[in-house]
């Protein structure tokens, strides 16, 4: 198991950027997947991207993808999201969650461990 703490987000204008961090406690860090995902109000839940334990595979949602980065430094257990070009229509809660030995899956039910999220609003 590991604990996951998302931190990062906040308020910005349509065409902003912001990175979020997913900082994580545990010795195995490099032994996991990891995944965001963000859902905003009245939504589900969706994948927003996802990179595999050594970094060799990368996966991004079609709405995103050109637009925002991941990235993770094992050293610092930590995953990032930079986000560029900001739409107001990625505000949204973001979660940052974990998947054991995994390849970067885009399917929430294959993660096991989850922060507690991260506020995104993007005004227009």
């Known amino acids: 198991q590991v604990q996951l703490v998302e931190s990062g987000g906040g308020l910005v204008q349509a065409g902003g950027s912001l990175r979020l961090s997913c900082a994580a406690s545990?010795?195995?860090?490099?032994?996991?997947?990891m995944g965001w995902f963000r859902q905003a109000p009245g939504k589900e839940r969706e994948f927003v991207a996802a990179?595999?334990?050594?970094?060799?595979?990368?996966y991004y949602a079609d709405s995103v993808k050109g637009r925002f980065l991941i990235s993770r430094d094992n050293a610092k257990n930590t995953v990032y999201l930079q986000m560029n070009s900001l739409k107001p229509e990625d505000t949204a809660e973001y979660y940052c969650?974990?998947?054991?030995?995994?390849?970067?899956?885009?399917?929430?039910?294959?993660?096991?461990?989850w922060g507690q999220g991260t506020q995104v609003t993007v005004s227009s």
């Open positions: 545990g010795r195995t860090f490099a032994s996991y997947a």
């Open positions: 990179i595999s334990w050594s970094a060799s595979n990368i």
């Open positions: 969650a974990a998947h054991w030995r995994g390849y970067g899956s885009t399917n929430e039910n294959d993660y096991n461990d």
